[in-house]
T-cell receptor
């Protein structure tokens, strides 16, 4: 069974640009969550999608948005990038969202 | 606010001995707890979970203990192996948090051969 796949693995962007990250969950999983990891901050919850609907949202500005497609694949978009957005962005999938989640390898975003 | 806290950023243990990683939480509505292990440049890997109806859960060398009155959980690894060297995160969810998991900041475990 294939794991959670995130693309791209690495990304370098300039301040002010926008970026889209992609996540393909484990087959059969309908819940996809996104997290931001920065040094010393642990994993900060961004949002969770289930059956194409955003069910839960963390405390991030509106520049961070996402969506989920009918095949459960999810994308995360960050507009008007800031230097502080440099982080590892992790996607996690689970069957229902309230059980253990399985993470992808993450996308390392660097904003210069 | 940090609802899940791991107050020890790092821990070193000799191979073969017990590793004890600690985690405290503030939200009494949390009812499901997990531990993840993370190697550099990889995503976190699920290790073990426990629900609030239990106070202990074992899986091989890994045991998680939950003390609801103290809002504290711990992960015991016995015996510790060099391959266990990684960053360990605890996470919690439940109550009015919906499906959001709150993570601690992690403890970096080094097992010395």
């Amino acid at each position: 069974k294939a794991g959670v796949t995130q693309t791209p693995r690495y990304l370098i962007k300039t301040r002010g640009q926008q970026v889209t990250l992609s996540c393909s969950p484990i087959s059969g999983h309908r819940s996809v969550s996104w997290y931001q990891q920065t040094p010393g901050q642990g994993l900060q919850f961004l949002f969770e999608y289930f059956s194409e609907t955003q069910r839960n949202k963390g405390n991030f500005p509106g520049r961070f948005s996402g969506r989920q497609f009918s095949n459960s694949r999810s994308e995360m978009n960050v507009s008007t990038l800031e230097l502080g957005d440099s982080a590892l962005y992790l996607c996690a999938s689970s069957y229902t969202g309230n059980t253990e989640a399985f993470f992808g390898q993450g996308t390392r975003l660097t904003v210069v | 606010d940090q609802q899940v806290k791991q107050n020890s950023p790092s821990l070193s243990v000799q191979e073969g001995r017990i590793s004890i990683l600690n985690c405290d939480y503030t939200n009494s509505m949390f009812d499901y707890f997990l531990w993840y292990k993370k190697y550099p440049a990889e995503g976190p890997t699920f290790l073990i979970s426990i629900s609030s109806i239990k106070d202990k859960n074992e899986d091989g060398r890994f045991t998680v203990f939950l003390n609801k009155s103290a809002k504290h959980l711990s992960l015991h690894i016995v015996p510790s192996q060099p391959g266990d060297s990684a960053v360990y995160f605890c996470a919690a969810s439940g109550g009015n948090t919906g499906n959001q998991f709150y993570f601690g900041t992690g403890t970096s475990l080094t097992v010395i051969p």
